[in-house]
Structures are given as C-alpha cells and as structure tokens.
C-alpha cells in the first residue's frame, strides 16, 4: 500500500466509496525550512473528468531528470489514483513545466495546504 493509499481530508472526513473515487496528492519536500506541505483533491463525480485529463497529460513514463546538485530546492511528490489506474512520481523544482507544473498548480489551487 502507497504512502497516501487512505489519504483523509485535511479536515479528517471520510468519503465513503473511496476505492473507486480519483484522488490526487502533491506535496512538496525541501525548501530552507525543509517543511513539507501537502494538498489534496477529492473531485466529485462531476468534476472528476477534468482531473483525470490532467493527470493523463502527465508524462508518467519519461523520467524527470536529475536536478542540479544545491540545498534547499524544492521536490514535488505526485501521488494519483485513478478507478482504473495508481501512479507515483517524484520530480525535482528544477523539471516541474508543461503538464507536471498545470497539475500540481490545479491541485495546489484547489486544495488547502497541511504539514504533511
């Protein structure tokens, strides 16, 4: 089981049927602090479509890239869960563009962040 499988709401709520449900988790480790923060989006059924072309749009199988060697950079852990599909990346500050930076930048607007 992943790291953020029975990931709950910042404000401890359940949603009932959460197997089936998308479910996306971004956080971001380093920075001068090295605080990690996390946000989460638990789209309704609705709006679940929306998320899961964002998520599609991510290159999954390309590897990012080593970042340049310096401290307090910033990394972003990308944890997904589709109803047919889990996925789990990590990607250096330095190579967040295109569909990686338009996720993490949608789920960060849509969620509140948390210490994670």
Do not use: F, K, Q
Request: overall charge negative; aromatic content about 6%.
């Amino acid at each position: 089981m992943l790291e953020y499988e029975n990931a709950a709401e910042p404000d401890g709520s359940d949603h009932g049927d959460a197997e089936s449900a998308v479910l996306i988790v971004v956080v971001r480790s380093g920075g001068i602090a090295g605080m990690r923060r996390r946000w989460l989006v638990r789209p309704e059924p609705p709006e679940a479509d929306r998320w899961v072309e964002l998520v599609r749009r991510c290159p999954w199988d390309e590897a990012p890239g080593d970042d340049p060697v310096g401290a307090d950079r910033y990394v972003w852990r990308i944890w997904v869960r589709l109803p047919d599909e889990r996925r789990e990346t990590e990607i250096p500050d330095s190579r967040l563009d295109g569909a990686w930076r338009e996720l993490v930048e949608a789920v960060r607007e849509a969620g509140r962040p948390t210490p994670a």
